[in-house]
């Protein structure tokens, strides 16, 4: 079993930053990648940024492509979600979450194994 602990989420002015961390305990040896998905108000989960965990390979959102950077320290065992130039419609609900070896694409929420309980962002106007 793996655990997922976020952090790092609150309240941002439109324009500010935050930056969420995610910590891994447990059976990571067969993760593959983590991710952060999130969640607005009245809309479903949608994938945001994911990195591989040995190569550090990177996907993202258009949404969030070059406001956003995901990173990981192996040494931690510890994800982090750096968000810059923040937005209203980034208010949601962010999770963290895990992906095992051979389940498939970073960006399809179905594949991950594990997740975090969430931490809630909100941008004010």
């Known amino acids: 079993q793996v655990q997922l602990a976020e952090s790092g989420g609150g309240l941002a002015q439109a324009g500010g930053s935050l930056r969420l961390s995610c910590a891994a305990s447990?059976?990571?040896?067969?993760?593959?990648?983590m991710g952060w998905f999130r969640r607005a108000p009245g809309k479903e989960r949608e994938f945001v940024a994911a990195?591989?965990?040995?190569?550090?390979?990177?996907d993202y959102t258009a949404s969030v492509k070059g406001r956003f950077t995901i990173s990981r320290d192996k040494s931690k065992n510890t994800i982090f979600l750096l968000m810059n130039s923040l937005k209203p419609e980034d208010t949601a609900v962010y999770y963290c979450?895990?992906?095992?070896?051979?389940?498939?694409?970073?960006?399809?929420?179905?594949?991950?194994?594990?997740w975090g309980q969430g931490t809630q962002v909100t941008v004010s106007s």
């Open positions: 990195v591989s965990w040995s190569v550090g390979s990177t």
């Open positions: 979450a895990g992906l095992k070896i051979g389940r498939g694409s970073m960006r399809n929420e179905a594949n991950y194994d594990y």
């Open positions: 447990g059976r990571t040896s067969s993760t593959y990648a």
